[in-house]
Each structure stands twice: as structure tokens, then as C-alpha cells.
């Protein structure tokens, strides 16, 4: 049973940096092209992937893990609920939002992937909601209020 990868697939992993440079060349010399698919044998993939198991990681910053971002989340509901019984705003101008936006796209700590904050775990770019939209909530290395 052969194992089939897409050629573009692999320039895929190659190009975003989670496969060391070369790594297409490779999977061309022990496998076979077949139209825009690169055949491997079960043995010729796992060769290549015991050459290329160490996935360069394009995040030097870990994401918070699910306890400490479930509590960041569980407090920000707190803050807004208190804010809603205090009568005091609890979303953001667009304004305020688009200029958060921009300060996180600058900030080494945001995965430019999916709009994620490594250090706090929210969503700070969403098309549907993030936290640069709850007057409530700050950055946790305090580069905005």
C-alpha cells in the first residue's frame, strides 16, 4: 500500500517554514512523481520522516494551556458582568479596536495564523468577535488599555 502526498502539500510545509529547506527535494529523490502527487512506499516515508522529524516551529512562544486560558476567560466574563451592573461600557469604539488590532500584528507574541495571543491565549483578530472589541480587557504585557 503506497502512501500518497500532494507535491503541493509538501512545498506547502516547506515554503511556511515547518520543514527544514530542502525537504521537498527530498521527498522527490525517495519517492516517485506522479503527476502532482509524490508516491512513497511505507518504507521510503518513513524514511523521509525520520530525516525530517524535527518540525522547525514558526512560534517560538508556546500557547497558555487550557487551564490558564479558561481562567483568563472566565475572568474577563467577571470584568464584563461587573461593568454591565456598574453601567459602564464593556465594547470598544471600532476605532479603539482597529488601533489595538494594529499594535498586536507588530507584537512577536501574536500567531499571525490564526489572530491568537501566546501570551494570554485570547483571539485578538477575528472577523466574529476578539478581545481587542472588550473595553474590559488589556494586553497582558500592557503594550494597550
Known amino acids: 500500500m503506497n502512501i500518497d ?11 511556511s517554514g515547518l520543514r527544514r529547506k530542502g525537504y521537498v527535494n527530498r521527498c522527490l529523490e525517495v519517492g516517485t512523481l506522479d503527476g502532482s502527487t509524490v508516491r512513497f512506499t511505507p518504507e521510503q516515508w518513513q524514511q523521509v520522516r525520520n530525516e525530517n522529524w524535527q518540525v522547525i516551529n514558526p512560534y517560538p512562544y508556546p500557547m497558555p494551556g487550557i487551564g490558564k486560558m479558561a481562567g483568563n476567560a472566565f475572568k474577563a466574563v467577571g470584568r464584563v458582568v461587573r461593568n454591565i451592573f456598574r453601567g459602564e461600557r464593556i465594547m470598544r469604539t471600532l476605532e479603539d479596536k482597529e488601533r489595538i488590532i494594529e499594535i498586536c500584528k507588530d507584537c512577536e ?13 485570547c483571539t485578538v ?6 478581545k481587542a472589541q ?9 503594550r494597550w488599555k
Open 5 to 15: 502526498r500532494p507535491l503541493s502539500s509538501l512545498q506547502e510545509k516547506e515554503s
Open 109 to 121: 507574541f501574536l500567531r499571525q495564523s490564526n489572530g491568537r495571543c501566546t501570551k494570554c491565549g
Open 125 to 130: 483578530i477575528s472577523d466574529i468577535f476578539s
Open 134 to 142: 472588550l473595553a474590559t480587557e488589556s494586553c497582558p504585557i500592557g
